[in-house]
């Protein structure tokens, strides 16, 4: 008999192993290319407008391009939500590094702040996160700068990420911004009346845009649809 801590240490171990993403080569060449151009035409752009190459923005700026143009369907990569999260990522980070003396729990108040305020405003983006630390630890140039460091270059190069990422996301034929608008057609309900296998959704996936789900965690959304479709009707 096999001993069940076992067993969940064998489960718990080939949880950790990589596997694969569903992503056709399209969309890898796509996510790479559009990564690389956004961030080179943002410094291009930025360092035109202020003088200098702000090395100190890179990390947020590199997190955000691999959401814009890797996972473009994904509602943390919208326009809103870099413009609207680094910006309130960075005034937060900006008040906390002037009013808390310690850095540590000035980084830690102010990743608190910037996440749920960024929640409540419907603009979480994960590498806003990152901006809130630069504005406290990016050293002297960063404090000197103070809530100037907001405009340009945080501001400035968040706007233009999202300005680039619509017009590369949609020259290349994909819907972006993501989200319908109210006044567009929603797709109708299609009734199926053969299931739906892995095999069908790991080619579906693969066929479309990069979505951040694996093949078993969206059949597991349809399996949980199906039961709720069941209860309705039979209600």
């Not at 056709?24 to 996510?31: F, M």
């Not at 609207?84 to 729990?105: F, H, R, T």
């Not at 980084?107 to 630069?134: N, Q």
């Amino acid at each position: 008999m096999i001993n069940p801590i076992v067993t969940k240490l064998k489960v718990g171990c080939a949880r950790l192993w990589p596997h694969p993403l569903a992503a056709g080569n399209k969309e890898i060449a796509l996510a790479s290319l559009g990564a690389g151009l956004g961030l080179m035409v943002a410094g291009w752009v930025s360092h035109w407008m202020l003088g200098s190459v702000n090395l100190w923005f890179v990390a947020p700026m590199g997190a955000s391009a691999v959401l814009l143009f890797a996972v473009p369907a994904s509602p943390l990569a919208q326009p809103w939500s870099i413009v609207g999260g680094n910006l309130v990522a960075a005034l937060i980070g900006v008040s906390c590094g002037k009013l808390i003396g310690d850095p540590g729990i000035a980084c830690g108040v102010a990743a608190c702040l910037a996440i749920g305020i960024m929640f409540k405003l419907r603009c979480l983006h994960p590498p806003s996160g990152a901006v809130a630390l630069t504005a406290i630890l990016g050293g002297d140039v960063v404090k000197q700068l103070g809530y100037a460091f907001v405009w340009s270059p945080v501001l400035l190069n968040s706007v233009l990420m999202a300005l680039l990422a619509i017009v590369f996301n949609n020259l290349m034929g994909r819907r972006y911004p993501h989200a319908l608008s109210p006044a567009e057609a929603k797709p109708e309900p299609v009734p199926l009346d053969v299931p739906i296998t892995r095999a069908d959704l790991h080619q579906a996936l693969m066929d479309g845009e990069f979505l951040d789900i694996d093949e078993d965690d969206l059949q597991a959304v349809l399996q949980r649809a199906e039961q709720l479709a069941q209860q309705r009707t039979a209600s």
